[in-house]
């Protein structure tokens, strides 16, 4: 088991992410209160707390999408907080970010949500280039028959997968998933679980992986943090931070998966 | 570490809110002007929102001008009548539509169309985390969704009010028509007789910049939408409120102005 409160030292080589001692605020409310998370390179990290409780204000900062009041964030060796805008968007293309509500861009078709990031980041590529790609990523998510309906007409399961297609045609070496299995039955979660494993296997991408899903933590986690008030209270594979007497931690395992 | 709970405000939570949100607009409009001229110029996305635009105010336009054009003259007619000058009535109608009434007009409807299509639209793609979606995927939100909605409303809207003064004129000729025998061409030449190029260009600045108005506001409200569907129409409604509230004072100005310029 590993202290969150010792960081581990920064090997830019073998680590994807470093969080070092991060804090942040809204207004009077303390949501991130020194957390401490490394990542290491080609490993799934699952995030484990409750609902609302800040998880996602995490992978939000990691992106630049919030700033941390304190704090550091090192992103494939670079400190996202002193990044250039130029420098954060070429980071941001090497790191996909899959939203809890998909994010699907409501008023193009599947395909044209695909090719759309490859239209703006990758100028040189051709028409058919884009094709080959949007066609390879939509296979890999098993929904390549769905590339001329609308979002609206996908389920949520569909949904998801899109949302993950969209952010792996840019190859990212770091996925970043907010509540992958919220909201979906058990065999569509475990369907999504099934693609966030082969992601790392196809793309070998190092994940973040948010959720308050214990299922999908244990069938995806290399590593589990426990996120309680703020920071993350106990990190290690899957049965040990189960192994605990913390009441807390044991609750949440009790009430939320085998009672 | 800053005790967060122990923050003062700087006058009070309301004036300071209020102070932060013109400022954050201000921003919002030097934004626009720094990245509207920096490549890259989304050309197809701007085309798309000019028809876009078009398509959504010119039946409206169409209908409300020509009607305008007709009651306007209508009700001129009879005071024209009392000191026996109804022969500049084409004239009269010419200023007033051409000066005021087309730009204004077209304004107010696409302001009501338009402004709050746009800021409904972008509130909802805040809302459902649209907009941060581009941003990780290294896409300029503010360039992509609020410099080409802009540009495009500064476009369509003088073409638009062009169209409100030609369909007005027409719905004016077409009741003078019904009274006396007057030709098309002499209806327009009389028309345009009084009208000066400083009376055009005002026009047509004053068009530009109420499609300026209309772009920014509904980008504005819609780009910083909060707290759901609720925030969303609240959005839409606030950018319709918001721009005529400013349409009317842009009005005032301009018109000032033009005056100044005229008597120099």
Redesign the interface.
């Given at each position: 088991m590993e202290n969150q409160n010792i960081p581990h030292v920064i090997s830019h080589d073998e680590q994807a992410i470093v969080i070092k001692d991060l804090?942040k605020?809204f207004?009077?409310l303390?949501v991130l209160k020194g957390v401490n998370l490394t990542v290491d390179k080609g490993e799934n990290v699952v995030v484990l707390g409750k609902s609302g409780s800040g998880k996602s204000v995490l992978i939000?900062i990691i992106?630049g999408?919030l700033k941390a009041?304190?704090g550091e964030v090192t992103v494939l060796g670079q400190q996202v907080a002193t990044l250039t805008d130029k420098e954060l968007?070429?980071l941001?293309?090497r790191?996909g970010?899959s939203?809890?509500?998909s994010?699907?861009?409501?008023s193009m078709n599947i395909r044209q949500n695909l090719e759309?990031?490859l239209k703006?980041?990758r100028k040189t590529m051709s028409r058919r280039e884009i094709i080959k790609a949007v066609d390879e990523v939509l296979e890999d998510v098993g929904l390549r028959d769905k590339m001329n309906q609308m979002p609206s007409d996908l389920s949520g399961g569909q949904r998801k997968r899109i949302g993950i297609a969209?952010?792996l045609i840019?190859r990212p070496e770091i996925m970043l998933y907010d509540e992958p299995t919220a909201g979906l039955d058990p065999i569509t979660s475990y369907e999504i679980n099934k693609l966030i494993n082969e992601v790392q296997q196809l793309y070998n991408t190092s994940s973040i992986i948010i959720t308050h899903d214990l299922t999908c933590a244990k069938e995806t986690a290399d590593r589990v943090a426990m996120f309680v008030e703020g920071r993350f209270t106990r990190i290690g594979k899957f049965e040990e931070v189960f192994n605990t007497d913390d009441e807390q931690v044991r609750s949440f395992y009790n009430y939320n998966f085998i009672q | 570490?800053?005790n967060?709970?122990t923050k003062k405000y700087v006058i009070s939570k309301v004036l300071d809110a209020f102070f932060i949100s013109v400022n954050r607009a201000y921003l919002f409009v030097i934004q626009f002007f720094k990245q509207v001229l920096v490549p890259p110029f989304h050309f197809s996305e701007i085309v798309n929102q000019c028809f876009e635009i078009g398509l959504r105010a010119l039946s409206l336009i169409t209908l409300t001008g020509f009607i305008i054009g007709i009651v306007f003259t209508k009700q001129s007619r009879p005071s024209l009548e009392d000191f026996g000058a109804t022969s500049w009535l084409p004239s009269l109608i010419g200023i007033a539509i051409v000066k005021a009434l087309g730009p204004l007009v077209t304004a107010l409807i696409c302001a009501g169309k338009v402004g709050s299509g746009i800021g409904a639209e972008l509130g909802?793609?805040r809302v459902?985390?649209?907009i941060?979606?581009m941003?990780?995927?290294?896409?300029?939100p503010f360039k992509?969704l609020v410099v080409t909605r802009v540009t495009a409303t500064m476009i369509t809207i003088p073409i638009l009010s062009f169209y409100c003064i030609v369909v007005g004129l027409l719905g004016s000729y077409v009741n003078v028509r019904a009274e006396e025998a007057t030709s098309f061409i002499a209806f327009f030449q009389s028309a345009f007789s009084t009208l000066h190029f400083l009376d055009l260009s005002t026009s047509v600045v004053k068009a530009l910049i109420f499609g300026f108005t209309i772009g920014i506001v509904g980008s504005y409200k819609g780009f910083y939408a909060t707290k759901g569907t609720q925030g969303v129409g609240k959005a839409a409604n606030q950018a319709v409120v918001m721009a005529m509230f400013l349409i009317f004072i842009e009005e005032v100005v301009i018109v000032q102005v033009s005056n100044w310029i005229r008597y120099f």
């Open positions: 804090y605020s207004d009077d303390e939000k992106v999408l009041d304190r968007n070429a941001r293309l790191v970010f939203f809890q509500s994010a699907l861009y409501d759309f990031p703006m980041n969209r952010t840019l | 570490m800053i967060i709970r909802s793609m459902t985390e649209q941060d979606a941003e990780v995927s290294a896409i300029n992509y």
